[in-house]
Every structure is written in structure tokens, then in C-alpha cells.
């Protein structure tokens, strides 16, 4: 994976009637192809991120790709039940998405119940240097209660 550009920030945005929400346009250059396009994902309960499409497949090739001579070298005969549960959260896990004048993304259904935000409800859109993410505001709040603790040590074990 490649990183073009370092994503930070957070902003609130508000869910229209329709699921759609404005981006902010440095975060949208970020993640989004020349044609608007890029990859939505669930990713923990509450939350959902925005990935450049061919970051995201990368990850994705390289990891099925180990999969697959782990499978041809027998050594998942006895793992098919996880095996399947993967293929599972693989199927249900991500939609390429458009975004209308390269700003406005239609959350898809699916995506909204994962997400769990109503119509007219706020948002908080937050950039993870790699992905944007896109939190339900209850779940965004734990999120920093459970990490903002660990910050000065996490940041030194990535930066030593």
C-alpha cells in the first residue's frame, strides 16, 4: 500500500433524508479515483471507511493470495468453517461506491443498519491517515474514550 496522502481531521455532517452525507473535499480527494469512485467498508460496529480503490485491493489480492496457497498446500482442511465465515464477511463487507460530484455519498443499505444512523442524524467523519471513516457519533465517542489513553505510547512504538 502506498500512502499519497496523510488523512487527518475530523468534521460532523448530517445524514439526509436519502442516507447521503457531504464530504469534505480534502477528504474526498483523498480516497476517491478520477471517475469519484471508491470503496466503502464496514469495519467495526458504528463505523464505516472510505478506501482509495486500489489501496484497498491491494490489501485484498495480497491476503487472498496467501489464502489461496494455504488452501493449495492443505494446510486449511481443518479450518473450512473459518475459511467460510471469511468468504462471508468478504461478500458482505464492501461496496464500490460513486460519489455524486465528487463530493456526496449515498450510504447504501446494508451499510446504513451497520452504521446505525437515521435519516437527519449527525455523523463524524474522521480521517485515519490511510482511510476516511465515517462513525456513528455514540460509537466515535467510545472509540476516543478506549484510545486516546494509549496515544502517546502507540505513537511512539509506530514512529521508533
Known sequence: MTVETFITGETKRILDDRFRLTLPPEFVQAVADEHGEAILAKEQAGCLSLWRISDWQARLDAGVELLKQKIRSGRMEHKWADVQRLGRMLSTRTR?????????????????????????????????????????PAAWLEQLREDLPQFGPLFTALTD
Do not use: H
Not at 104 to 112: Q, T
Open 96 to 136: 464500490r461506491v460513486k460519489l455524486a460530484n465528487r463530493s456526496r455519498l449515498s450510504i447504501p443499505e446494508g451499510f446504513r443498519e451497520f452504521l446505525e444512523v437515521q435519516p437527519g442524524g449527525e455523523v463524524i467523519v474522521v480521517g485515519a491517515v490511510i482511510c476516511v471513516e465515517i462513525w456513528n
